[in-house]
């Protein structure tokens, strides 16, 4: 009895879904109703926040393993007086 209800009653209130006012019934695709949940659920949208930040975190964990660079070097300054340099008096050259 309540399988044959089942089947009279399906039917009926499926046709009479249009005709309810103010219900808006909409056709989306499998694509469109992922999409919807993906930016709509708190749920999905919390672990997406999470993963964002456990992300963020990778590269600073490589950071350890990537190559560096170090520098050094030395500044000076010499000053040569070519009278000095060719019998002058005093002799040569001079280093500051």
């Known amino acids: 009895m309540r399988a044959a209800l089942i089947q009279w009653a399906l039917p009926v209130f499926a ?25 709509s659920n708190p749920t999905l949208v919390a672990e997406r926040a999470r993963l964002r930040a456990t992300d963020e975190g990778v590269p600073q ?16 300054k010499s000053v040569q007086d070519s009278d000095l340099a060719f019998g002058g008096v005093g002799g040569g050259s001079e280093t500051l």
């Open 15 to 39: 046709a009479a879904i249009p005709l309810v006012p103010g219900l808006d019934v909409a056709a989306e695709t499998l694509a469109d109703a992922l999409a919807a949940a993906y930016t």
């Open 61 to 76: 964990a490589l950071s350890g393993y990537r190559p560096t660079l170090e520098a050094n070097g030395t500044l000076g």
